[in-house]
């Protein structure tokens, strides 16, 4: 994965092969447990991260690896990796300002955590820039990445509540110098999990206060890919993410009959096409590769509807976000249609949340510009109103 100083690509591991809700009484429970010693942000164990890259380093930061308790979506505890970095220097009056990054697509097994990386599977640029803009950071790698666990891929719920609870988890390791206000960015999957975030911050983690969510070419609504799958229309790249998809949804759900969704090559491939390192990267091209489109058909009608409700379980919009969010989503997205994005912001709308649009139609998943995400962060750290909110 390439990050450059202007422009970063969210087209993880899926791109290089070929390149929310819990009950309303869930999050509450939640949200009180996180009061309690082993509550959601909890610390299980804080370690420096010695061989972190050597550009956080020469920042004088502090990075730290974490493990830390969280949530999945069937309101079941759970422990995630992940890392925190604070800024060197003094803090500023109220502490440092967390920036939790939500990070795209990786892979779907434990050895795909980017904090197991050193450069952080690329993103280790994007790290040192908020932190160089003044933020501490807080970066999860998700339930199931990077420690043992099932990941949970696209599912905007427990994908949100690991961002929240990486800010906890921040604030546990260093106490008294992190304010108890905090912004989120995310792209791809991590687009589809700070915009949940936004949407569960208030109740799930009331103790902390989000100003403001980025959300770049989110996977907000992908429900779409099941009656793609259907129609045999699907891209190279997003058959790729949906075998991907398939494959995390069987894990997650073990009574989920994954042959009324793939057959042939898929089938047979089925572990080449989750490897995200080292030589299994080159078999998991090939496997991609071999990939057919009817061999993602759903089985019948009926598999189709079923999993078209499985997906819009998992996705945004759900609930009104008390902070603003900025969406930016791209004409040429090799993997999210934008009409889905749209579509998926005046649900937004429709419930309450304040949104800017940034739609760049002539850009594609991996080559959105984000060069305003921190002048706008910052204005609305200030308390600047939105220029062109819905």
């Known amino acids: 994965m390439h990050v450059s100083t202007k422009k970063f690509s969210w087209a993880a591991l899926v791109a290089s092969a070929i390149s929310m809700t819990l009950m309303s009484g869930c999050a509450t429970d939640a949200a009180k447990s996180a009061k309690n010693a082993n509550g959601p942000g909890t610390l299980v164990e804080v370690k420096p991260f ?3 890259d050597s550009s956080v380093k020469d920042l004088g930061a502090e990075a730290l690896h974490v493990l830390y308790r969280s949530t999945s979506s069937d309101g079941q505890h759970t422990v995630v990796s992940g890392a ?13 300002i967390t920036l939790a990054i939500a990070h795209g697509t990786t892979g779907i097994t434990p050895e795909c955590g980017p904090t197991l990386s050193p450069n952080m599977l690329g993103q280790v640029a994007l790290v040192t820039k908020f932190l160089k803009a003044g933020y501490a950071v807080a970066f999860t790698d998700y339930q199931g990445l990077g420690a043992p666990g099932i990941h949970e891929y696209l599912n905007s719920r427990t994908e949100a509540y690991n961002v929240i609870d990486s800010v906890r988890a921040l604030r546990n390791a260093k106490p008294g110098v992190i304010s108890d206000r905090w912004v989120t960015f995310g ?3 991590g687009g589809g999990a700070s915009w949940a975030a936004a949407e569960q911050a208030s109740v ?17 609504n992908i429900s779409g890919y099941a009656q793609l799958a259907e129609d045999q229309v699907m891209t190279p790249f997003q058959s790729a993410a949906y075998t991907a998809l398939l494959i995390a949804q069987g894990r997650a759900h073990p009574d989920l009959d994954l042959d009324l969704y ?3 090559s898929v089938k047979a491939n089925a572990e080449a096409l989750i490897q995200c390192q080292g030589p299994g990267l080159q078999d998991r091209a090939r496997a991609v590769g071999q990939i057919k489109s009817e061999e993602l058909k759903p089985a019948n009608r009926a598999a189709t509807l079923a999993l078209k409700a499985r997906l819009e379980d998992m996705a945004v919009a759900k609930h009104k976000a008390d ?23 005046e649900d937004a709308c429709k419930l309450g949340t304040k949104i800017e649009v940034d739609f760049e139609a002539d850009k594609s998943h991996g080559t959105f510009d984000y060069t305003n995400v921190l002048p706008w962060l910052q204005d609305r750290i200030e308390g600047k109103p939105l220029k062109n909110p819905c």
């Open 323 to 345: 902070a603003p969010m900025l969406v930016i989503y791209a004409g040429k997205d090799e993997y999210i249609k934008p009409e889905w994005t749209k579509k998926a912001v």
């Open 204 to 220: 799930y983690a009331p103790e902390i206060h989000l100003v403001a969510a980025v959300n770049a070419v989110p996977a907000a």
């Open 262 to 264: 793939r057959r042939g």
């Open 50 to 52: 010695a061989d972190i």
């Open 187 to 189: 792209g791809s999957q």
């Open 84 to 96: 925190v970095f604070v800024p060197g220097g003094t803090p500023p009056p109220g502490g440092w």
